[in-house]
Nanobody, 119 residues
């Protein structure tokens, strides 16, 4: 089994910052990619940012220049630093990983952490 534990969500004022964390755990685990998705009420889930095993990153156009994804390979943890937050960033943010275990290749989702940007 692979588990993802997310933290860091909450309420923040427009223009403020939050840092989300996601830690992966499991036996014989190799992480190939990790990323953050978000889903607002009435909208489809969308990719926010991702990072793959060689360190390359990808960002949604709406967050470029404001968000930054990073990783700590020793801890199997990915971070999303969110700056200059806007009300339209309000959503439930989900961590995702593509990983291998002894059972094979797996895609795993976290439980989601809410982010609310409001005055």
């Amino acid at each position: 089994q692979v588990q993802l534990v997310e933290s860091g969500g909450g309420l923040v004022q427009p223009g403020g910052s939050l840092r989300l964390s996601c830690a992966a755990s499991g036996s014989s685990l190799t992480i190939w990619s990790m990323g953050w998705y978000r889903q607002a009420p009435g909208k489809e889930r969308e990719l926010v940012a991702s990072i793959i095993s060689d360190g390359s990153t990808n960002y949604a156009d709406s967050v470029k220049g404001r968000f930054s994804i990073s990783r700590d390979n020793a801890k199997n943890t990915v971070y999303l630093q969110m700056n200059s937050l806007k009300p339209e960033d309000t959503a439930v943010y989900y961590c995702n990983t593509l990983a291998t275990t002894l059972a094979g290749y797996r895609e795993v989702w976290g439980q989601g952490t809410p982010v609310t940007v409001s005055s």
